[in-house]
């Protein structure tokens, strides 16, 4: 079969792997998924220990910025040329530069917020986790509506960094959480249906980009909820 031949996924054909395989799926993407967490908490680490990086970082936020967004695209783009060795590397080097970012933006909080955000972000992720791998339910059509809000919480984020306005940004993050709680249940059950290895032809390589899309959907769980009832420093 071609590269750019049309599969068609477990979701589409209406099918579902076995108990085994389904459990095998789940347990590769969560792995790697908590390896890359273990990665940015460590950065982030390291970073709060030392003023210096601090500071370099912050003159090079925006370069940093889109230097992951650069890493995002190259991973989903090109995972069907490269090999899952050289995938699972790219993720934990993105994993480790949002460790750089994480380690300046939780300086601006308080401790106290920062667990509370921290643990209200595991304890949501959790719960979706779970009702993605347990509903009976196709959460396919959710997938795209989620797609389309997501879409517009950017274009709204972009519009409020020239507005800046307090209320805009706090119900932003309301809507940030509940998009990427949508998010992770969506995508838990499309790592669970196989979706994802069926679609780039690879188990390991579907773990992979599994595992990123569920760090994404908890980052940006954090970051949301921490901005939303974070106490500043």
């Known amino acids: 079969m071609m590269d750019n031949e049309i599969r068609a996924t477990p979701e589409q054909l209406g099918v579902r792997p076995s108990a085994a395989l389904a459990q095998q799926f789940l347990i590769h993407a969560f792995g790697w ?81 920062v667990t509370a955000a921290f643990l209200a972000a595991s304890a949501m992720f959790g719960a979706a986790a779970v009702y993605g791998a347990t509903t009976r339910r196709s959460l396919a059509s959710m997938g795209a509506i989620l797609f389309m809000a997501l879409i517009g919480l950017l274009v709204a984020m972009v519009v409020n960094l020239f507005l800046q306005s307090p209320a805009v940004t706090w119900l932003i993050s309301i809507i940030g959480v509940v998009i990427f709680t949508g998010l992770t249940a969506w ?29 994404l959907n908890f980052i940006n769980l954090f970051l949301f909820l921490l901005r939303l009832t974070g106490g500043r420093r």
């Open 187 to 215: 995508d838990v059950q499309r790592i669970q249906n196989g979706t994802y290895a069926s679609t780039i032809g690879s188990m390991e390589k579907g773990a992979v980009i599994g595992a990123l899309a569920l760090y």
């Open 33 to 113: 998924m908590f390896a890359g967490l273990l990665i940015t908490a460590g950065v982030a680490a390291i970073v709060q220990s030392s003023p210096a990086l601090t500071s370099m970082i912050g003159r090079n936020y925006w370069l940093l910025f889109f230097g992951q967004l650069a890493l995002v695209f190259v991973i989903s783009g090109a995972i069907r040329r490269i090999s899952a060795t050289v995938a699972l590397a790219l993720f934990f080097l993105y994993a480790a530069s949002i460790g750089l970012t994480i380690g300046l933006i939780v300086q601006y909080y308080t401790g106290a917020s």
